[in-house]
């Protein structure tokens, strides 16, 4: 599979919202989605590399990445009025039904690599979203961690919505 | 998009303070019982960015008041309201408003490419200005400024 050049004109900057982190369940039988970040002023997946560097009699170094554990906060998540996810993920919290956590099927959507009708993105599978808090000040706040699962599929999404079709790379 | 100066022009209408006197848009000819709407500019540094491309916003306004003086001493009677105390609780009333829309979340109208989250004044009680003495009544100048809290998701990629 080549290597997607950036889809974006010499020197300019990918604006932050080209980079999309879209949570994926079930309820009943229903498929919901959700984009995550609404109201978050900065997130980033964080890769949690295990490194391992050795270096030879000569001084020469050897470094390994034996395994990354993605992870991506999201701080504040705030309640949201029509927010199905927050729904759910209070559902959750509730029942204390942490086994139900493990559910979500989570996709990258790297809007600036790929042509409009087919962004590039990645599908993971088995992902886990946890919620680390609830409260706050003046809003509720319920701060999340996205746990990549790093099963992986790579394909493209049709559309930046809620309704978008994934297709895998072939 | 919207015209957000037209959209709370239309909205303050509907407050008993602002319908019941003459409001004016930046320049006034001051009376006594006039309003005047001050825009003001917010600074484009403090809006917040989100990730998703859409951006905390405030609009911010002054509605000025004028009100006439007297320099009458307060009598310690009952039934005896003072003008200078009752204009400053008329005035009041405009922020009683805005607080009350804001508790029912009945806000103006910025268009489909705004969400507006939160209306409020900047100060509990009017902020008296001054004594216009160039105007004959003399007229007491009294302000409210008034934030509005939106999202502007113009930009938002993920609709």
């Known amino acids: 599979m080549p290597v997607s050049p950036i889809n974006l004109p010499t020197h ?10 879209v949570a994926e369940w079930t309820e009943g039988s229903t498929e919901k989605r959700e984009v995550l970040g609404r109201r978050t002023e900065d997130s980033s997946i964080e890769y949690n590399a295990d490194i391992e560097t050795t270096t030879d009699i000569l001084g020469i170094n050897y470094t390994d990445v034996n395994r990354t554990q993605p992870q991506q906060d999201f701080d504040p998540y705030l309640i949201l009025g029509g927010s199905e996810l927050a729904a759910k993920l209070n559902d959750i919290r509730k029942r204390n039904a942490i086994e139900e956590l493990s559910q979500f099927t989570i996709y990258v959507i790297t809007a600036f690599t790929g042509t409009a009708g087919a962004y590039e993105a990645e599908k993971h599978v088995n992902c886990t979203i946890a919620y680390n808090s609830i409260g706050g000040d003046t809003n509720v706040n319920m701060p999340i961690s996205v746990y990549f699962s790093n099963d992986i599929t790579v394909g493209t999404v049709d559309k930046l919505s809620d309704d978008f079709t994934f297709t895998a790379a072939a | 998009m919207a015209d957000k100066h037209q959209a709370v022009i ?5 407050c008993p303070n602002i319908l019941n006197s003459p ?5 006034i000819n001051a009376e006594d019982n006039t309003n005047q709407f001050l825009t003001k500019s917010n600074d484009k540094y403090t809006n917040t960015k989100y990730i998703d491309g859409s951006v905390g916003k405030l609009y911010t306004f002054t509605i000025i008041t004028f009100k006439s003086v007297n320099d009458i001493a307060i009598v310690k009677l009952p039934d005896y309201p003072n003008e200078n105390v009752s204009d400053m609780t008329d005035i009041q009333g405009l922020i009683e408003w805005i607080n009350e829309q804001d ?4 806000f103006p109208n910025f ?3 705004c969400i507006v989250e939160a209306i409020s004044t900047t100060t509990d009680e009017p902020t008296f200005d001054g004594i216009d003495e160039q105007t004959e009544p003399n007229l007491a100048v009294y302000s409210i400024t008034i934030q509005i809290e939106y999202i502007d998701i113009s930009k938002r990629l993920w609709r």
């Open chain 2, 10 to 14: 239309d909205y303050l209408i509907n």
């Open chain 2, 111 to 113: 268009g489909e490419d």
């Open chain 2, 103 to 106: 508790e029912l979340r009945n």
């Open chain 1, 12 to 21: 300019q900057r990918a604006p932050r919202k080209l980079l999309i982190t």
């Open chain 2, 23 to 27: 409001l004016y848009f930046n320049f």
